[in-house]
């Protein structure tokens, strides 16, 4: 418990620098309408467009035309870059890059603001998607901030089949909402998943006895699971406008997603069992555990009606 309170406290803590205030991320779609003629189109979220402008340079033989982009060459496995007339936000800007034959390429602008659109083969073309599925969890608050709640409150012996239920969930669910088999709104997966967070650091305050979660792990990793996967399913459906919605795009998304939790779960696993066979532990302090909860209670809590006041201006209310 000592090194779980250690760790929730600083993942919580990077957190207070991290924009949470919506699942989507910065989307730049470059689609070719015709051969060597371009469209490139960014979407972001509210707060990450006000006051920021995204501009894309493309190579020097490309020459913009009423608001598309008339290339010398094809834009395949060449370098891009985006200029920022203000500021980068902290959310990771994804490429999604279509070409004449269809072939899609999704990655992460990189730290310098460039990015290689490897299109070289249906393999890169899906290991791409991965990567996406992979980096999205990595760089997701709200999912850590869970996973590390999670495992502060299920007992050892649970954790294999609490953590493959929650996957099981989130992955039948980022299918059947892809394929429209079930619509929800997006501003209401975003609050529920903050809520998922509230309702774990509540928990995480009552003693186990009376805790439902460490009582019944499995049963609650499958509801959120559901939550989760509903707003992994929203991403892909937001960076990729419907493109990605296929078998093979789905699959190696989700894979991704699937690895890069497998990556946090293993981390925290072998970090926890180092420091208990090293003996490397803080000595249990109950204000400080209480501290962290706290924290990141609040955070998901300003998540929580951050996100309902956008939706009541979105609806008008």
Not at 113 to 136: A, K, R
Not at 273 to 291: M, N
């Amino acid at each position: 418990m000592k090194l779980r309170t250690l760790l929730l406290f600083w993942v919580s803590f990077f957190s207070c620098s991290s924009y949470a205030d919506t699942i989507n991320p910065a989307v730049m779609n470059i689609v070719e309408l015709e051969e060597l003629v371009y469209e490139v189109k960014f979407d972001a979220p509210s707060e990450i467009v006000s006051g920021n402008t995204f501009k894309a340079i493309l190579p020097n033989d490309c020459q913009e035309i009423e608001q598309t982009f008339l290339c010398g060459e094809s834009l395949d496995n060449r370098e891009i870059s985006v200029d920022f007339d203000r500021f980068r936000s902290n959310n990771n800007l994804i490429v999604n890059y279509t070409n004449n034959d269809g072939k899609t390429f999704l990655g992460y602008l990189g730290s310098d603001n460039t990015i290689t659109l490897n299109i070289t083969s249906n393999v890169q073309m899906w290991l791409s998607f991965v990567e996406v599925g992979y980096f999205h969890v990595l760089v997701g608050i709200e999912h850590l901030l869970f996973i590390f709640c999670l495992l502060m409150l299920v007992p050892s012996r649970k954790i294999f089949r609490t953590v493959l239920s929650f996957t099981v969930a989130h992955a039948f669910a980022l299918v059947l909402i892809a394929y429209n088999v079930f619509v929800i709104s997006s501003q209401a997966i975003e609050v529920i998943v903050a809520l998922s967070v509230v309702l774990l650091c509540y928990e995480l305050l009552q003693p186990r006895r009376l805790s439902l979660v460490y009582s019944h792990p499995v049963m609650f990793a499958l509801v959120c699971g559901v939550v989760h996967g509903a707003a992994f399913s929203s991403v892909l459906k937001f960076i990729s406008k419907g493109q990605l919605q296929t078998v093979q795009g789905i699959f190696f998304f989700n894979l991704g997603v699937e690895l890069g939790q497998v990556t946090v779960v293993v981390a925290f696993l072998l970090i926890n069992a180092f420091i208990k066979r090293t003996g490397l532990c803080l000595r249990e302090v109950s204000d400080f555990r209480k501290a962290s909860v706290y924290l990141v209670g609040g955070l998901s809590f300003y998540w929580v009606f951050n996100r309902l006041n956008e939706w009541s201006v979105v609806l008008g209310i």
